[in-house]
């Protein structure tokens, strides 16, 4: 069955970075377009970013683009989200998904997530 698995949340400062993982398994990882979506505590869920199956586009929400980037090793079947100059507002639990910006809430199969929390 699909199996998606993120790690690299943890406790960071305003301003700091961070890179989290997800390892993917139980569909053609390589033929898969995916996205990053976070929910912040108390709130719904929201789209991030995301990357083609081939890598050769990426999309990112307004409220990280020049901060995030997304990327992924076919290879090693892993999804990667590098965040740079973190802010408080990025405090969110992360969740890797199957799909692109209009497609992600199709997809039902999602892992634990990584919590995220940027302290001021």
């Known amino acids: 069955q699909v199996q998606l698995v993120e790690s690299g949340g943890g406790l960071v400062q305003s301003g700091g970075s961070l890179r989290l993982s997800c390892i993917a398994s139980?569909?053609?990882?390589?033929?898969?377009?995916m996205s990053w979506v976070r929910q912040p505590p108390g709130k719904g869920q929201e789209w991030v970013s995301d990357?083609?199956?081939?890598?050769?586009?990426?999309t990112y929400a307004d409220s990280v683009k020049g901060r995030f980037t997304i990327s992924r090793d076919n290879a090693k079947n892993r999804l990667y989200l590098e965040m740079n100059s973190l802010k408080a507002e990025d405090t969110a639990m992360y969740y890797c998904?199957?799909?692109?910006?209009?497609?992600?809430?199709?997809?039902?199969?999602w892992g634990p997530g990584t919590q995220v929390t940027v302290s001021t």
């Open positions: 139980g569909f053609t990882f390589s033929m898969s377009d």
């Open positions: 990357i083609s199956y081939g890598s050769i586009t990426t």
């Open positions: 998904v199957r799909g692109r910006e209009s497609t992600w809430r199709d997809y039902r199969d």
